[in-house]
């Protein structure tokens, strides 16, 4: 099957989501942006974002396809952000989108699951700098930027991490799939 994407704007409760999801004993691969943002942080001339963001989506590209490549090895895979959000946060910084962008946003499920941002749990640090209403608009634009490449937008609803695993559960058919392994 192909990967599955959760995405959304900054302080949505992807990351505890997804976490919830391996537990479960899906293979998950981490938000590949937030690791290169603390990796590039640690160097002289580090590549970030903020500074470079052209620069900044070539190595998320990079490390991007890898994941999605590993990703396709597993029965079911899901991927805290993909391709297609390097696409969106380029659109934010209103830089060019290069083709190859557009190119390797494909091969992903035909289903996005998106996590709007909660004020409740929105928190800024080194690595999200962003304020509750930029996350909000990140948000918007990722929306857009998913169904404009084809794929269908679901929004995982608020709720308690079970109720929200149990809903991406429903939607991607994996109730039956679970149900059958038992």
């Known amino acids: 099957m192909q990967p599955i994407i959760i995405t959304g704007g900054p302080g949505a409760g992807k990351s505890t989501l997804l976490n919830a999801l391996g537990e479960c004993g899906f293979a998950t691969y981490a938000?590949?942006?937030?690791?290169?943002?603390?990796?590039?942080?640690?160097?002289?001339?580090?590549?970030?974002?903020?500074?470079?963001l052209p620069e900044f989506a070539r190595l998320c590209l990079n490390l991007m396809r890898e994941q999605k490549a590993n990703a396709t090895t597993h029965p079911m895979a899901f991927m805290d952000r993909a391709i297609p959000d390097i696409i969106a946060y380029l659109r934010v910084g209103g830089c060019d989108v290069e083709e190859d962008f557009l190119r390797e946003s494909a091969g992903y499920y035909s289903k996005v699951l998106t996590c709007r941002p909660r004020r409740s749990i929105y928190v800024q640090d080194?690595?999200?700098?962003?304020?509750?209403?930029?996350?909000?608009?990140?948000?918007?634009?990722?929306?857009?930027?998913?169904?404009?490449?084809?794929?269908?937008?679901?929004?995982?609803?608020?709720?308690?991490?079970?109720?929200?695993?149990?809903?991406?559960?429903?939607?991607?058919?994996?109730?039956?799939?679970?149900e059958d392994r038992a």
């Open 31 to 52: 938000e590949g942006s937030r690791t290169l943002i603390e990796q590039q942080s640690q160097l002289p001339d580090g590549v970030l974002p903020w500074t470079n």
């Open 126 to 178: 080194a690595v999200r700098p962003h304020s509750f209403e930029e996350a909000l608009e990140i948000h918007r634009i990722l929306v857009k930027t998913y169904a404009e490449l084809g794929y269908q937008v679901l929004e995982v609803p608020w709720g308690t991490v079970e109720e929200r695993v149990a809903f991406v559960q429903q939607v991607t058919g994996l109730v039956t799939d679970l």
